[in-house]
């Protein structure tokens, strides 16, 4: 038994290697474009989907493996040669990189003691359910930028003495409402990687109406919650330290760490003109050690750069494996001539305006998100075998459309990430956490969402 977990520790070390060793090749490939590069990624993508598919579990395995089995029937039935298996193993290169190396931004957070402050503001402001709703959104949707999805326990750790005051309801709602907002325009998120990469537009082109978009969806939560709340007396609440100047300063130290990365995202863009699907594991490399240098905290940096090598990166199985399997798959539909008759059929049904195609696209994506089918399966089936040149919907309208049903998933379908974080933590069945409580905000978020890109042209 002894010699067995040896064995295993040193497999995991082997694989983590591995992994560091296909973004590192994909990123030097992405500016030194060279073969060699290129059959080192497929090497070692399969090298690590050996590794990977023991480790997998449940209905993610079952689902990459079918995902694997379509595409190598699609790929056999159109005669591909060597060179298209190669391209359809690393289709999503990109993709995975992204999802390898984003948890790195997090350590910028330990860079000073945030978590405190953030509660003690916070909890100088609460004096209803409402401003407890509010501040929620806000804090969930601003630290879900540099962390991710590991906000969301983060989160919960902060304002979980302070919630017991408060609707517990709320509190799940704001999780899960403010947390999605970012899918439509933050570049750390896999939603936009996604759709830039199948799309072929860069990130600037979406951002401000992402983010025009994703304002307007935290303001119709908002208002709901605005609405279930207006008969509703205020809470007492117990007199709070007051904020010092130290805690101010700390806070303004938060909003220039997230800043720093945001345009240091959008310079590389821009100078590079390479994609972000390239530029943030970059920057997720990079910037936590330039700012561990700034502000003297090289200490910390190791500490957590070696806790990602050992915790965080080995835990990646089910992310590596299910994006292989959909770029395989994506890529095998774009050479198999579907593209060319679904559009007729969309058509033939009736489908051909922004009017319907916006509202059919929303209604596809979340209904079967809500059957376990994940968005990115639909959504790059959708983007590969429609164009805005076989559809009446500009890049934008496309785009936004494509996040807009990535984001009704998050917070509807049961089995979406999101849900599943914040019904462990809350002890919630996911059904509660998703349906119940963010039905009527998905209907009318997709309805909002459907008119404007309606009319964005």
């Known amino acids: 038994m002894i010699i067995l977990h040896i064995n295993l520790k040193n497999l ?4 983590v290697y591995l992994m560091l060793g296909f973004v590192c090749s994909f990123l030097i490939n992405s500016f030194i474009f060279h073969k060699i590069l290129e059959i080192l990624m497929v090497f070692l993508i399969i090298v690590i989907i050996i590794f990977t598919l023991p480790l997998v579990r449940g209905f993610n395995k079952y689902l990459s493996v079918s995902l694997f089995i379509i595409g190598i029937y699609l790929l056999s039935n159109n005669k591909a040669n060597l060179q298209d ?48 709703y509010v501040i929620t959104i806000l804090m969930i949707n601003i630290l879900g930028m540099l962390l991710n999805l590991a906000s969301l326990p983060l989160v919960h750790q902060i304002m979980e003495r302070l919630s017991e005051k408060y609707s517990k309801e709320s509190f799940y709602k704001a999780l899960t409402r403010g947390f999605s907002t970012n899918i439509l325009w933050s570049p750390n998120f896999v939603s936009v990687a996604v759709v830039l990469h199948y799309l072929k537009i860069p990130w600037y082109k979406i951002a401000p109406a992402g983010f025009s978009l994703a304002l307007l969806a935290t303001l119709l939560s908002i208002f709901i919650e605005k609405l279930n ?39 590389l863009e821009n100078y590079t003109h390479k994609s972000v699907l390239i530029i943030v594991p970059l920057v997720s490399f990079i910037a936590p050690l330039v700012l561990a240098i700034i502000f003297k905290k090289t200490n910390i940096y190791k500490i957590k750069f070696k806790e990602y090598l050992n915790y965080s990166l080995p835990r990646m199985n089910n992310e590596v494996l299910l994006f292989t399997s959909i770029g395989f798959l994506g890529y095998a539909l774009s050479i198999s001539g579907l593209n060319r008759y679904i559009p007729l059929i969309i058509e033939k049904l009736g489908f051909n305006t922004p009017a319907t195609l916006i509202p059919l696209f929303l209604v596809v994506i979340s209904v079967l998100s809500i059957a376990g089918v994940h968005p990115i399966i ?37 089995f979406s990430a999101v849900t599943l974080i914040v019904s462990s933590i809350s002890e919630q069945n996911p059904l509660n956490v998703s349906l119940k409580l963010n039905c009527v905000y998905a209907v009318l978020f997709g309805i909002l969402a459907s008119l404007l890109l309606i009319f964005i042209g």
């Open 85 to 132: 298996w190669m391209k359809a193993l690393i289709e999503n290169a990109g993709l995975i990189s992204l999802l390898l190396t984003v948890p790195l931004l997090g350590i910028t957070l330990y860079y000073d003691d945030f978590q405190t402050n953030i509660a003690r503001i916070s909890e100088k402001h609460m004096k209803s359910n409402f401003s407890f």
């Open 229 to 267: 709340t207006v008969n509703k007396q205020k809470i007492k609440h117990e007199k709070t330290k007051s904020i010092n100047e130290n805690n101010g300063l700390i806070i303004l130290k938060l909003t220039f760490l997230i800043f720093f990365l945001i345009a240091f995202i959008i310079a």
């Open 12 to 15: 995991e070390k082997i694989k």
């Open 378 to 414: 639909s959504i790059s089936t959708i983007a590969v075998t429609l164009s805005d040149n076989t559809i009446p919907l500009s890049e934008i309208q496309m785009a936004l459309t494509l996040l807009a049903g990535y984001l009704m998933y998050t917070i509807i379908s049961p």
